[in-house]
């Protein structure tokens, strides 16, 4: 990944897990509680695809695993974010264009229920137990991240979007700077540089002639 992709990755996924821990877990909704963390890895793999989302998941799941208040084995939800960023960005669409909001809400159910299935099947493997009354969990939380996807999810794709095609560089291709996609043709900068040369040359052969006929008036 690119160095403006992984920042602005890194900084979706620690605003998203301060939020969660400061202001939705202590919302003391009954069962599940809403998840930003699932539902920033599940709007960046829409837009970067399933490679970026594994990568993305397994990290924003290790540093959720790290952070207080966490009750669970290190390692655990970073699995289980891994593997939903990867399902996730394989509904990402070739041209990476999602025109329906249908996608994106069907994947973030699937990535409620999917994620709590596997957050408790990873536990009983480790031998962690911390999530109990399943049913009751695959429910709410489905509930709670579909109520909260629409404000969340179109907006972080739009900004991941929006550092994706870097308008800046656009930007500079436009007015047409030297490291705009000239270089790749190298006609248009090719022209430029010959008609500067051409000039230089027309301009010291001037300056030449000046000197000889000031020479042959002295003389």
């Known amino acids: 990944m690119r160095f403006n ?6 900084t ?10 400061s202001v939705l877990a202590r919302l003391q909704l009954p069962g599940a509680t809403p998840d930003l963390v699932l ?11 399933h490679v970026s989302g594994a990568l993305t998941g ?3 799941g290790l540093v959720a695993d790290l952070a207080p208040p966490a009750d669970h084995a290190v390692g655990r939800y970073a699995l289980v974010l891994c593997v939903i960023g990867y399902l996730a960005g394989l509904a990402r669409p ?18 409620a229920i999917g994620s709590t299935l596997l957050y408790a ?14 049913a009751g969990l695959l429910f709410t939380a489905a509930v709670y991240d579909l109520l909260l996807a629409p404000f969340t999810v179109p907006l972080i794709m739009a900004v991941a979007r929006r550092a994706e095609n870097d308008p800046l560089a656009d ?11 000239w270089l790749a043709s190298g006609t248009g900068l090719r022209i430029g540089s010959q008609r500067g040369g051409l000039r230089m040359k027309a301009a010291r052969n001037r300056v030449a002639r000046a000197g000889r006929l000031r020479g042959a008036k002295r003389l």
């Not at 979706?12 to 821990?21: G, S």
């Not at 539902?39 to 695809?49: I, K, P, Q």
């Not at 070739?94 to 990535?111: D, F, Q, Y």
Request: glycine share 16%; no cysteine; net charge neutral.
């Open 5 to 10: 992709r992984v920042l602005l990755t890194t």
């Open 12 to 21: 979706l996924v620690v605003v998203a897990l301060v939020v969660q821990v």
């Open 39 to 49: 539902l920033t890895v599940v709007a960046l793999a829409l837009v970067h695809g």
């Open 58 to 60: 397994f990290g924003a």
């Open 94 to 111: 070739e041209n990476g264009r999602i025109k329906s909001a249908t996608v994106p809400m069907l994947v973030v159910v699937g990535a």
């Open 121 to 134: 099947g990873v536990g009983n493997l480790v031998g962690d137990t911390a999530a109990g009354g399943i």
């Open 171 to 181: 930007a500079q291709n436009a007015t047409g700077d030297v490291s705009s996609g």
